[in-house]
Structure formats: structure tokens, C-alpha cells
């Protein structure tokens, strides 16, 4: 089991701004957790809770002594939110180490069981927090029988930070991948290769994206798509031959990448991301790649950046001719949503008149086209492979530019491609007020909820 703590990056600056200062720091840290179907553990950040000024009864660089109304109302809170409390304090200054001494030792085996007794939660969790580039940390969670490290912190926002715990062994990287490290260095390398990433759509733009990813070092990787390989996918499906028409695109993609490095997992779904059961495999994704035409697909991974902290990176590809039929229009789109940056529906990125048509069977679908209530879904979309791979270029970027800070200075959340025009373009949309997507709505990291992403589902 790996055990992923997702901070969005409001919360995490606030952890930042804490372990560099003079003193040292106590507090509460709230979390949903998230249990994914491979077995792992996620847990949300929902709230952060510093100890008052007025209950501490000492406060030095190197020890805190707290008294109980430091900590107790929060476990309250942690009991009517459903959230798993985190005790947390830093080891401030420029020789911090997030080492537990034998006084931390102690003080977590006295809170284990009153934590989890008043917040009926399953678990306890610590966590020790050191200054550095990224964080540094160790921790732990405790259901009372077994001790787990939590092995990752992720903070989510317009960059992305991933930190692997101090306590964990340190892999050689291996020589394959040289001339990465001498782009990144070695500490992007090993975010990448322990990355867990998701791919939506397995078609022109996903099959750019998810090689580029495995040839980037990425080893992990779940594709999702319902459909078989038509002989029309062959010009821009990378891995794909007229030889393996006819087969799942997951298969056929999932066995190309596996020819590029032998140690890659790939997870194949065969399925439609609006089926509850096919969205739920994303849950253990660090990241999320929307390369789906369908509208409706677009809504539910808008979703995950608001419900589940996941970044994603959405895109497609537009081409448009005129009355005589000639090419003037080759628009290309890469959005990225995350805390704090407008979802898809914000942006009007999402027909939501086709997303509800997208989801009609045939018959509901010819009805209500009939009836007036549902516009008719149009004919197939030209496609040409020279602009899906700019455009599935262009969206691996973004994540490789979120990873090492490369770029401007505030990071923009949207890239748009007008490549008929040769001109490329930037921008950045906040969330709509009160908005799911907004952080007044109080959704990021709610996690799982009783009606899945608070959405209805195909059955």
C-alpha cells in the first residue's frame, strides 16, 4: 500500500511559511481518505489547524510542550467532517532534519488512541515537516494495530510538488534515461518515474501523450477507452498498424508502450469514463490526461481537480474548413485545472446540451433530437496526426513545466494553439463564484461522497 498525502497548495505555502520559521510548530491537519482500487491510501487536505499562541505552555526551536485545548476542538471538527487528523509539527531552521526524537516517539503513542477515540477516526496520523527546496517530511498513519509510513506528499496547484518521505530508500536512476536527468536533474526523474498517471482516450492525442510520458520515465500508467482501433485511427495512433484494426485501443496502445520499456505497468480499462465504476480507477492517478472528444467525459474529470486534488491536463484539437471545403482553421487546446483554476464548465469549455446527448442510448437519443429537447451529435471529426501530436506535446509539457518551474511567473492554466495562424497564446481563468471549482464551495478534497463526485452516473 502507498500512502499519498495530497496538500493543495493554499495549505501547503501555509506548511512552507511554518517550517521556516525561527520556532518550532504544533498543529491539526484534516484529511479525507481516499482508499483506491489497487489498495492504496489518499489522504486529502481539507483544513490546517495551528496550535493557539495560548496553549503552549513552551515554545523553543527544538520543543513544544502543549497543553490538550491545543488540539482537542479540532478532532471535533475531524468527527463531523469525516477527516482523519493528522498531528503535525516542524522542525524549524536550516539544519532541520523531519527526524522523529524520542520525545515525538512518546507524544504519538500518548495522542494514537485519544485522536482516533474523539475523532472516530480509523486512523492517527503524524507528520514532521523540515525546511528545503521542497519540503522535507517523515510520518506515519496508525489504526491501532499496524504503523504505515506515508510514503508521498503532493502539493497541488498551479506548480506540482512531490516528495518522497526521508525515511524511504533512495533508487539509483538508471542510465537510460541520462539525458532527461541532465535536462531536470535527478529529483524530477524520480518524481516522474514514481509517478501514477491516467490517460483518457487512447486515440491521437492520448497515444502522443502516453509515450511521451513512458519514454519521459513515467512507469506507471492507466488507460482508459471503450473503443476498437478503426483502420481510420492507424494515420495518427501511435503503436497502432493496419495489422491490429479491429483490436481494444487500450490493448493496442498498452502493448506499444510495454515494447518501450519492459518494467512500464499498465493498467487497461475498457470503458467509458461516465460509468462510475470505470471513473473510480482514477482515483490512485497523481495526474489525469483528458484526450476524450466527448463532452460529457470532460465534466466528470473537471470533477476530479475540485473533489479528488488530481491535476488535469485536458486537451483537443479543433479543424475547421470553409464553404469550399478548404482547411482555414487548426485550433489546438491545453487546460489545466487544479485548486484554485477554473474547471472546464467555468471556462465554457463543455457543450453541456451535447454532454446530456452524449449519455442518451440511440432511441432516447433520436426521441428527444425529434422532440426539440437534444441537439443531434454531429458527424466524425476531421483528424490529422501532425497537429494531435503537437497538441499531445504541448499537454505532456505542461505537466513536465508544473514539475520544474521553467516557465512564467504566474503560471497560466491555459494554452491555446492557433496554428493556422502560427500564433500561440496563453491565459488564466479563476473559478466562478461559489462554483464547485470555488474554494467558497468548500468541495476541494471533500473525496468520496455518498452520490459519487456529486454527480449522477450511467447505469
Given amino acids: ?168 530508500e ?72 493496419d495489422q491490429k484494426v479491429g483490436g481494444l485501443k487500450v490493448d493496442v496502445l498498452a502493448d506499444h508502450l510495454e515494447q518501450i520499456a519492459s518494467d512500464v505497468i499498465v493498467n487497461r480499462i475498457v470503458g467509458k469514463i461516465t460509468t462510475e465504476s470505470v471513473a473510480k480507477q482514477l482515483l490512485s492517478a497523481d495526474v489525469i490526461f483528458g484526450c476524450t472528444d466527448d463532452n460529457a467525459g470532460r465534466l466528470v474529470l473537471s470533477r476530479f481537480a475540485t473533489y479528488m486534488l488530481t491535476p488535469v491536463i485536458d486537451c483537443g484539437v479543433l479543424l475547421t474548413s470553409n464553404a469550399s471545403g478548404q482547411l482555414d482553421g487548426i485550433d489546438g487546446r491545453v487546460t489545466v485545472m487544479h485548486p484554485g483554476a477554473a474547471c472546464l464548465v467555468c471556462r465554457e469549455r463543455v457543450d453541456l446540451a451535447r454532454a446530456v446527448s452524449e449519455t442518451l442510448t440511440s432511441e432516447e437519443l433520436e426521441l428527444r433530437v425529434h422532440e426539440g429537447y437534444a441537439p443531434a451529435l454531429g458527424d466524425i471529426e476531421p483528424a490529422v496526426v501532425t497537429f494531435t501530436t503537437m497538441v499531445g506535446a504541448m499537454a505532456v509539457s505542461e505537466l513536465l513545466e508544473r514539475l520544474t518551474g521553467y516557465g512564467i511567473v504566474p503560471v497560466p492554466n491555459e494554452v491555446l494553439l492557433r496554428l493556422h495562424d502560427r500564433e500561440l497564446s496563453t491565459n488564466s481563468q479563476i473559478p466562478r463564484s461559489h462554483h464547485y471549482c470555488d474554494q467558497t464551495s468548500g468541495k476541494w478534497g471533500l473525496g468520496m461522497t455518498d452520490l459519487f463526485l456529486e454527480q449522477t452516473w450511467q447505469m
Avoid at 485545548?69 to 516542524?90: K, M, N, Q, R
Avoid at 532527461?180 to 526523474?189: C, E, L, P, S
Fill in 170 to 241: 533512495q533508487k539509483e536512476l538508471p542510465q537510460l534515461l541520462d539525458r532527461n536527468i541532465r535536462a531536470f536533474g535527478g529529483d524530477v526523474q524520480r518524481v516522474l518515474s514514481n509517478l501514477r498517471v491516467a490517460v483518457v482516450g487512447c486515440g491521437g492525442t492520448g497515444s502522443v501523450v502516453s509515450e511521451q510520458l513512458v519514454r519521459l520515465g513515467v512507469r506507471t500508467v492507466t488507460l482508459i477507452d471503450p473503443d476498437t482501433l478503426s483502420l481510420s485511427n492507424v494515420t495518427r495512433v501511435y503503436g497502432s498498424g
Fill in 1 to 168: 500500500m502507498t500512502i499519498t498525502l495530497v496538500i493543495p497548495d493554499r495549505i501547503g505555502s501555509k506548511l512552507h511559511q511554518l517550517a521556516n520559521d525561527d520556532l518550532e510548530t504544533g498543529g491539526v491537519i484534516l484529511a479525507r481518505p481516499v482508499h483506491t482500487a489497487n489498495g492504496d491510501l489518499r489522504l486529502l487536505v481539507r483544513t490546517l489547524h495551528e496550535v493557539p499562541n495560548d496553549a503552549y505552555d513552551k515554545r523553543e526551536a527544538q520543543q513544544l510542550l502543549i497543553r490538550s485545548e491545543g488540539y482537542v476542538p479540532s478532532l471535533a471538527e475531524a468527527a463531523d467532517t469525516e477527516c482523519v487528523p493528522i498531528w503535525f509539527h516542524t522542525h524549524p531552521g536550516s539544519d532541520g532534519i523531519p527526524m522523529a526524537s524520542r520525545h515525538d516517539i512518546k507524544v504519538d503513542q500518548q495522542l494514537s488512541d485519544l485522536f482516533r477515540l474523539r475523532s472516530d477516526s480509523e486512523y492517527y496520523g503524524s507528520l514532521i515537516v523540515s525546511p528545503g527546496i521542497n519540503l522535507r517530511f517523515t510520518g506515519h498513519i496508525d489504526d491501532g494495530n499496524k504503523v504505515s509510513q506515508i510514503d508521498r506528499l503532493m502539493i497541488v496547484g498551479a506548480r506540482l510538488s512531490i516528495q518522497m518521505n526521508d525515511d524511504s
